[in-house]
């Protein structure tokens, strides 16, 4: 019995030993673990820092317009030649910042107009009212040239989200081409230069030279967007444009101070085809009254 009980004893003596000692394996195991786990952990979060830096990197150098757009003229507004059977099916484009550039009513829609095409929408404004900048972007054409002709007093912009704006008939201009500007920043006062018949800013909006609608993703009664993220498609998007350049034959009135340079450009054609259409020499002179075929 007592030979039993020193027995019992070692052998609990014996199995409390492996017991700690296994215990104490098992803590530096998971000791070694735990530490390994954490390097793990620390390494994920490095991963982590280092994508999350590429992915800005990426994002900061990833500006739509500028895989977009090939060239940057600070000269004419349409140097891209892009025919809308050459774009791509559809865009995105994000409108999220979109700021109105004057808070006022519509006094002209875009579409044909007078046998010629207007690019934009006209919105009244008062003479010295601050023109907003839809969305932010860089300078393209800031133009003070003509204060009788077309546009007159004009800025151009284009946007980081692959848009481009146009602003006319300004009093003056408060931005230089090339010049970074944010949505909503005051780029220009409203004016009556240009063709215009009273203050009014004509506002444009344009993807690869091409006018868009602006009333597509634009909502002019309350001054704001319409969808913070808007696809432009070829077959949608430009259906006015289109049906414009499309229709077989269009006549123009000649105007005071016209010439063939500035009606072909009006109506989307060239010198050689109006010549051609009207029988004429490009260095002809047309008198104001005369009706022109452009189409
Ligand atoms: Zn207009």
């Not at 207007?118 to 133009?143: E, L, N, P, T």
């Not at 009014?200 to 868009?212: M, S, V, W």
């Not at 319409?226 to 006549?251: C, G, H, L, M, Q």
Request: with cysteine; net charge positive.
């Amino acid at each position: 019995m007592r030979h039993n009980n020193k027995n019992i004893v070692a052998i609990l003596l014996l199995s409390l030993f492996a017991f700690s000692a296994n215990a104490q394996q098992k803590t530096t195991k998971d000791k070694v673990l735990a530490s390994v786990a954490g390097m793990q952990e620390q390494r994920q979060t490095i991963d982590s820092l280092l994508l999350i830096e590429a992915t800005q990197d990426e994002e900061y150098e990833d500006i739509p317009s500028d895989s977009l757009y090939g060239e940057w003229d600070n000269e004419t507004l349409n140097p891209y030649k892009v025919k809308i059977t050459e774009i791509k099916d559809s865009f995105l484009v994000d409108c999220s910042e979109y700021v109105h550039p004057i808070d006022n009513i519509v006094t002209s829609e875009f579409g044909q107009r007078w046998g010629r095409f207007h690019a934009g929408i006209d919105m009244r404004i008062k003479v010295g009212d601050s023109v907003r900048c839809a969305f932010s972007g860089k300078v393209r054409i800031a133009r003070t040239g003509s204060r009788r002709r077309g546009y007159g007093y004009y800025v151009v912009i284009r946007h980081e989200n692959g848009l481009e704006t146009l602003y006319g008939h300004l009093s003056k201009i408060l931005v230089k081409p090339d010049q970074e500007v944010k949505a909503g920043e005051a780029i220009a006062l409203g004016g009556n230069t240009g063709r215009s018949t009273g203050p009014h800013l004509h506002f444009e909006t344009r993807y690869l030279g091409n006018p868009i609608n602006p009333r597509n993703f634009i909502d002019f009664d309350n001054y704001v967007i319409k969808y913070d993220n808007y696809t432009i498609t070829k077959a949608e998007s430009f259906k006015e444009f289109k049906e414009f350049v499309n229709s077989p034959t269009r006549y123009y009135r000649v105007r005071q101070g016209d010439n063939l340079g500035y009606i072909a450009r009006k109506h989307h054609t060239t010198v050689s085809r109006l010549c051609k259409l009207n029988r004429l020499k490009a260095t002809s002179v047309i008198k104001a009254g005369k009706k022109l075929r452009v189409s």
